[in-house]
């Protein structure tokens, strides 16, 4: 992939996982990039691409609030400049069946997964659209396309975030280019409280027999968000390791 010059990248969720690893991936493709997390210590993540020579800077965002995306786009034009690409990253999840689920959790997880990527987009929307060459990517799930027990609001989200992709790309195809990822299992701190056993329950679901890296997920979204991938919009790519083509059953 040839580097790229001259670009800015925002991050959302940025301070871990998923997120930080595509902060640092996009930094060593040579984009300028925003790490924006409602975790302070996106700060370290920022810090570490510096070190490495790269150009970063952290803005402390809730992405379910606009006043938030506001403060944080002021700070990413001060410090980087206008923005070429947006990482739809950020989440909150609660892994609890429908009847057990508050109002209250529903409703933080459609605003931060779901509203947080409308923010997102619409706070970068006049910058990504001035060159023609602007890029988004929504980090999605499996969840969005397969129905697994106790997630109803992560993967209502998830899908949600699939469709607002395709509904994008279809409304600003000549302008910016809008694709999701669609992730397997991660090994991320999202699996901190899950088993042993499920988790390995979970490995062997995919194809390759492990769970993925958040670097693996990383590569794909500095794919998806080049133009290496420049006739490519409105798609959802599973970055799974086969965990969903292939399924056990006699
Ligand atoms: N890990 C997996 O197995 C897996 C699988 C499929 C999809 N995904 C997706 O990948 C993405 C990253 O997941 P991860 O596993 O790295 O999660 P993670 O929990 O490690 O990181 C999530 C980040 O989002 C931040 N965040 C939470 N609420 C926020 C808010 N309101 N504003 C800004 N930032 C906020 C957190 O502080 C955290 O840094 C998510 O969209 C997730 O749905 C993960």
């Known amino acids: 992939m040839s580097r790229v010059v001259n670009r800015t990248a925002v991050i959302t969720g940025a301070a871990q996982g998923i997120g930080a690893a595509a902060a640092h991936r996009l930094a060593a493709d040579g984009y300028r990039v925003a790490v924006l997390d409602i975790d302070p210590r996106g700060t370290k993540v ?75 987009v619409r706070a970068c929307l006049p910058d990504l659209a001035r060159s023609g060459t602007g890029s988004v990517v929504m980090v ?66 995919t194809l390759v027999g492990r769970m993925g890296r958040p670097a693996e997920v990383a590569a794909a979204i500095s794919f998806l968000i080049s133009e290496d991938a420049s006739f490519i919009t409105g798609a959802s790519l599973a970055v799974d390791g086969g965990w969903s083509v292939g399924k056990k059953s006699s």
């Not at 995306?69 to 739809?88: F, I, K, N, Q």
């Not at 280019?177 to 062997?204: H, M, Y």
């Open 140 to 205: 999605a799930s499996v969840h969005a396309w397969f129905g697994l027990p106790g997630v109803p609001g992560y993967a209502t989200t998830k899908a949600g975030l699939t469709g607002l992709t395709r509904q994008l790309a279809v409304e600003y195809g000549g302008a910016v280019r809008f694709n999701c990822v669609v992730p397997g299992p991660v090994l991320t701190a999202q699996w901190d409280q899950i088993s042993p056993e499920d988790r390995k329950q979970s490995a062997s679901a």
């Open 46 to 120: 920022a810090d570490e691409i510096r070190l490495a020579g790269g150009r970063a800077t952290f803005a402390l965002c809730d992405v379910a609030d606009e006043s938030s995306w506001a403060e944080a786009m002021a700070l990413v034009h001060r410090e980087l400049g206008p923005v070429d690409a947006l990482v739809s990253n950020a989440l909150v999840t609660d892994g609890l069946p429908l009847h057990e689920l508050s109002v209250e959790s529903w409703n933080r997880q459609l605003a931060v997964n779901l509203t947080g990527a409308f923010h997102g």
